[in-house]
Each structure stands twice: as C-alpha cells, then as structure tokens.
C-alpha cells in the first residue's frame, strides 16, 4: 500500500502563489503516477496535474496549464503542485492520488486507488 499526506493549503490572494507537497510512503515503487485533484465546494472532485513516474512526463487541464506545475523531488516521495497566479476559481479542496489504473483517463479520479486527506485552498479576490 501507498499512504498519500497534503499539506501546504492556506488562503492567498488572487494572483499569488502556493506550493503544494504530497508525501508519499509505503510501497512507493508501485506508483505509476501521481496526480493531483481539486475539488471546488458542491462540485465533482477534477483531475489538475499528473506525473507519470515511468516516462517522467507531465499533463496539466486547461484550466491550469502555464500556471501549476507538478514535480516530484529527487527520492520520488515527495511530489509538489506549484500554484502561481491563483484565481478565486482555484479555491477548494486539493488531493494527491496514486496507483492510477492505466486503462482510464488520470483525469477521472474513479481511476485512482489511493488517496490523502486533502487540504484546502482558499483564493480570495
């Protein structure tokens, strides 16, 4: 098994930034991707970023791309969501997520087995 901690949530102002790290521990060789998800209040929890661990690649959503950045420390344990340029859109909740079920899409989270807590992003206008 994997076990996933977020941290780093907090409020900020629109157009600042916050970094996001997911620690990872456990069985962390059979992460084949790590992806980080948001989850706006009263809405479906939707993919942001994803980090393939075997091609070393990374695919953004729209909404996001040219603003986050996701990447993993050099032990492959730790992996951060870089927040720039925040938008009260970008507000909520945020989980990191692994063991990515390689048939389905990463942005469909029922694609994803394990997961951490979250923590909560607040962007204020």
């Known amino acids: 098994q994997v076990q996933l901690a977020e941290s780093g949530g907090g409020s900020v102002q629109a157009g600042g930034s916050l970094r996001l790290p997911c620690a990872a521990s456990?069985?962390?060789?059979?992460?084949?991707?790590l992806a980080w998800f948001h989850q706006a209040p009263g809405k479906e929890r939707e993919g942001v970023a994803v980090?393939?661990?075997?091609?070393?690649?990374?695919m953004y959503a729209g909404s996001v791309r040219g603003r986050f950045t996701i990447s993993p420390d050099n032990a492959k344990t730790t992996y951060y969501l870089q927040m720039n340029d925040l938008k009260p859109d970008d507000s909520g909740m945020y989980f990191c997520?692994?063991?990515?079920?390689?048939?389905?899409?990463?942005?469909?989270?029922?694609?994803?087995?394990?997961w951490g807590q979250g923590t909560q992003v607040t962007v204020s206008s």
């Open positions: 997520a692994t063991l990515w079920f390689s048939g389905g899409t990463w942005l469909d989270p029922s694609n994803f087995r394990n």
């Open positions: 980090y393939y661990t075997g091609a070393r690649t990374t």
């Open positions: 456990g069985a962390t060789n059979r992460m084949n991707a």
